[in-house]
């Protein structure tokens, strides 16, 4: 009947698992934000063991439903066994002739920082592949045909099955090491040898490298498209480099405290309190730089994943007059408008990538000290507010179909700067007067 989920019909119990394993994880994921005000339940980490359960529901929900065949399904479970394993191999390996140092109070403190950086990661990762592997791009055949292909079944798997592989598993990669990922940081006892041997940030740089190539094979069903995205990372890396030079090259940052040194007589007539403190503000204020841009980085890779393998106007879903079932509808309907959404997008997409690598590359923290690490930090601030302004084009470039709806959705942009601009000069113009007003008499 009309409504009825096609799995239902094709394959009644690969859909079956699917909705079961996807009811328990969102079912168990409630259940624990509901009962997480309860101490007891905290202290002898049930709730901990509940959201393992949860992981593995989700597990095998994805396993049943981005595939139709047993083997694929298999081998998609078998990924995030091969994560466990390979990371349990990298930290017996690096146990071997690991040493307990002092400073295990500092040594905590940076590593639940980490911690937190690959959560968020992890949970970026998880929640966009998930619905990505569940709803693979160029959407599904609606119905059965003469040359056999099922109702239910992907429309880029039988008009390019290599790239539809090239954007299976590459998701898949990147969503098993996510869940992997998550069930490690749980566990203070599995995280911290996983965290300090580097293997978690090994499965992390390679969770992204799948993210960006599952990004190029979806979004695009030709090969010269796809080549031309990832160069679009090399012109990031440039283009990051270059802003860094520049900044380096302008000498220290006036409002910067490291820009006036202090001679070695000042120094010694600080207090050695004074100075720690000083120290501790100048690195938390450094942490938090680096975790909004995380967070900012996350908003728009994942906002610019989903709407690149599901652009506007969605896809053709069978062939004729000139395009292929799957292509977007608007790449042949407004060519011009969807190039200019399709690459703003992308951009925003490959840049945020790009800053999260940084930022979540340890040994370039250990590197960049003083001046070099203040102004990389700066030219990923200036990156991900590119990565916001291409995508405000491409959203005014995809959420309609006319010029003058653009223009308008530009003129939006102005309004809200100009109200910004309004509001602050008012400001001050108050804070001005305050002042004016306290000055004692002469």
């Known amino acids: 009947m009309a409504g009825d989920p096609i ?24 259940v624990a934000i509901i009962l997480v005000q309860e101490e007891n339940l905290v202290k002898h980490h049930v709730l901990e063991a509940a959201m393992i359960l949860d992981l593995f529901g989700l597990i095998g929900a994805y396993a049943a439903g981005s595939c139709r065949d047993v083997s694929t399904s298999i081998y998609a479970m078998a990924l995030a ?4 394993v390979y990371v349990v191999i990298h930290v017996v390996f690096f146990t071997l002739d690991y040493k307990v140092t002092e400073n295990n109070d500092q040594k905590d403190r940076l590593l639940e920082k980490r911690r937190k950086r690959l959560l968020l990661f992890a949970i970026l990762t ?10 693979p791009p160029g959407g599904f055949l609606l119905q059965d045909d003469e040359l056999g292909h099922r109702a239910g079944d992907p429309v880029l798997l039988y008009n390019y099955p290599g790239r539809y592989n090239a954007f299976f598993y590459s998701n898949s990669v990147s969503f098993m090491l996510s869940i992997a990922l998550i069930i490690l940081l749980v566990n203070p ?29 979806g979004s695009t069903q030709h090969l010269k498209t796809s080549i031309y995205i990832f160069a679009l990372v090399v012109v990031v890396l440039f283009v ?21 040194p202090k001679t070695k007589d000042e120094e010694g007539k600080e207090d050695g309190k004074k100075v720690e403190e000083r120290k501790g503000g100048e690195e938390r204020k450094k942490h938090e730089m680096r975790k909004y841009l995380m967070l900012l980085g996350i908003l728009v890779a994942s906002v610019a994943y989903q709407a690149g393998l599901k652009p506007p106007g969605g896809a053709w879903q069978s062939s004729g ?6 292509d977007p509808v608007m790449r042949n309907n407004r060519r011009p408008r969807y190039l200019a959404f399709f690459y703003s997008n992308s951009i925003s997409f490959m840049s945020s990538i790009v800053v999260i690598i940084i930022l979540l590359w340890q040994w370039l923290q250990k590197k960049a000290k003083g001046e070099w690490e203040e102004q990389s ?13 291409a995508l405000l084009v491409a959203y005014a470039a995809g959420s309609n179909r006319g010029w003058k709806t653009s223009v308008y959705v530009a003129m939006l942009i102005i309004a809200v700067l100009g109200y910004f601009a309004i509001h602050m000069t008012l400001a001050r113009i108050v804070c001005q007067l305050k002042k004016s007003k306290e000055r004692p008499a002469v």
């Open 189 to 217: 006892n599995l995280y911290r040898p996983a965290i300090r041997s580097n293997a978690l940030s090994v499965c992390t740089a390679v969770g992204l490298f799948c993210l960006m190539g599952a990004y190029a094979a």
């Open 321 to 326: 007059n000139g395009y292929e079932a799957g």
């Open 377 to 389: 930090l700066r030219v990923m601030n200036w990156t991900i507010r590119l990565d916001l302004i």
């Open 240 to 260: 990051a480099v270059v802003v860094l030079l520049v900044f380096l090259l302008k000498g220290p940052n006036i409002n910067s405290n490291n820009s006036a």
């Open 81 to 84: 066994g091969a994560v466990l």
């Open 126 to 135: 998880a929640t966009i592949t998930y619905q990505a592997g569940l709803t």
């Open 7 to 30: 799995l239902l019909t094709t394959n009644a119990r690969r859909y079956k698992a699917f909705f079961y394993c996807n009811s328990v994880a969102f079912v168990t994921s409630l």
